[in-house]
């Protein structure tokens, strides 16, 4: 099984950006689809974006609706890391970021369906 590590988070100001990785320790992580999901205090856990497995430098990739744009999530398979580039931050961005993994049939938008999950690292916007 996949084991995740979050980084990256941090406070910045409206209009901001910040770089999260996901790092990934085990074998085949070219295998997994990978999530990123986000959860603001009293508020369920939401999906911002995923990406499908393979090698290549190819990887179709989703995003929930409320990125628009700002957010891009990538792979690096060699480093067994996923990134999740944010720009244009608004404070309503502000959560907790948590990266998943599962094996990649269907939709990658319900947590549900992830097996692996990193501890989360900490967003925080200020306006």
């Known amino acids: 099984q996949v084991q995740l590590v979050e980084s990256g988070g941090g406070l910045v100001q409206a209009g901001g950006s910040l770089r999260l990785s996901c790092a990934a320790s085990?074998?085949?992580?070219?295998?997994?689809?990978v999530g990123w999901f986000r959860q603001a205090p009293g508020k369920e856990r939401e999906f911002v974006a995923a990406?499908?497995?393979?090698?290549?430098?190819?990887?179709?990739?989703y995003y929930a609706d409320f990125v628009q744009g700002r957010f891009t999530i990538s792979r690096d398979n060699a480093k067994k890391t996923v990134y999740l580039q944010m720009n244009s931050l608004k404070p309503e961005d502000t959560a907790v970021y948590y990266c998943?993994?599962?094996?990649?049939?269907?939709?990658?938008?319900?947590?549900?369906?992830?097996?692996?999950w990193g501890q989360g690292t900490q967003v925080t916007v200020s306006s």
């Open positions: 998943a993994s599962r094996y990649d049939t269907g939709p990658l938008h319900d947590a549900q369906e992830y097996d692996s």
């Open positions: 085990g074998p085949s992580f070219s295998s997994y689809a």
């Open positions: 990406i499908r497995s393979g090698e290549g430098t190819f990887h179709r990739t």
